[in-house]
Nanobody, 130 residues
Framework: QVQLVESGGGSVEAGGSLRLSCAASGLSSQDYYYVCVGWFRQAPGKEREGVAQ????????YYVDSVKGRFTISQDNAKKTVYLQMNSLKPGDTAMYYC????????????????????WGQGTQVTVSS
C-alpha cells in the first residue's frame, strides 16, 4: 500500500518561502520514479484545487496559473520524495496542502482534478500573513 506523508508547512509573512515535502513509502525507488505526483491545496470554504504535478520520466511538470513563476515542483527518486518550493508567498496561498498520486499514467496531466488522484496524505498547513 503506497503511503504519502506531507511535511514542511508553517506560518510565514507575505513574500516569504517554504518548502513542502511529500515522502512516499510502500513502493521501490524504481516504481516511484514512474509515479505522477500532484500537490493540491484547500482553503476553508473552498474546493480542493490542483497546484502542481510532476512525472519524472517525461520531465513533465505542470503548474496552475496562480503559482507559475513562484512555485517549483521537483522529485528526488533516491529519497522517494517530491518537493514543492514556494517563493513569494501571498496571503491567498494560505491553505492545507496535500500530495497524492495519479490513479494511473492516463490521469497525469490535464484536466488536473483531485478525483484523478489517490493515496492522499494527511496534509500540511501553510499560513501566509500580510
Amino acid at each position: 500500500q503506497v503511503q504519502l506523508v506531507e511535511s514542511g508547512g508553517g506560518s510565514v509573512e507575505a513574500g516569504g518561502s517554504l518548502r513542502l515535502s511529500c515522502a512516499a513509502s510502500g513502493l521501490s525507488s524504481q516504481d516511484y520514479y514512474y509515479v505522477c505526483v500532484g500537490w493540491f491545496r484547500q482553503a476553508p470554504g473552498k474546493e480542493r484545487e490542483g497546484v502542481a504535478q510532476i512525472r519524472a520520466p517525461f520531465n513533465y511538470t505542470y503548474y496552475v496559473d496562480s503559482v507559475k513563476g513562484r512555485f517549483t515542483i521537483s522529485q528526488d527518486n533516491a529519497k522517494k520524495t517530491v518537493y514543492l518550493q514556494m517563493n513569494s508567498l501571498k496571503p491567498g496561498d494560505t491553505a492545507m496542502y496535500y500530495c497524492a498520486a495519479a490513479r494511473s499514467s492516463e490521469f497525469c496531466g490535464i484536466p488536473f482534478r483531485p478525483q484523478n488522484f489517490v493515496n492522499w496524505g494527511q496534509g500540511t498547513q501553510v499560513t501566509v500573513s500580510s
